[in-house]
């Protein structure tokens, strides 16, 4: 997003340099019931969007993750 409002001002980019992987995942339907076991990783952010109820197919939120090793 910063990249694109530079563009759009003129302004100069900033570098884009890759520094990490990033994982973004949905949490659909019960998949949302596992953020204990999601948030036992570290690197794991969790966005959820607060709806009540979970049913099969319906999107809950989702998690990304930054792995700063470009390795592996």
Not at 20 to 34: C, H, S, T
Not at 46 to 70: A, E, I, Q
């Amino acid at each position: 997003f910063e990249q694109h409002m530079r563009a759009v001002c003129g302004w100069p980019l900033g570098s884009t340099r890759r520094l990490g992987a990033i994982e973004m995942r949905n949490l659909i339907g019960a998949d949302v019931d596992r953020w204990d076991e999601i948030l036992r990783d570290e690197s794991a952010k969790l966005h959820l969007y607060g709806k009540h109820v979970s049913r099969p197919g319906r999107k809950m939120g989702h998690v990304t993750r930054l792995r700063l090793d470009l390795t592996g």
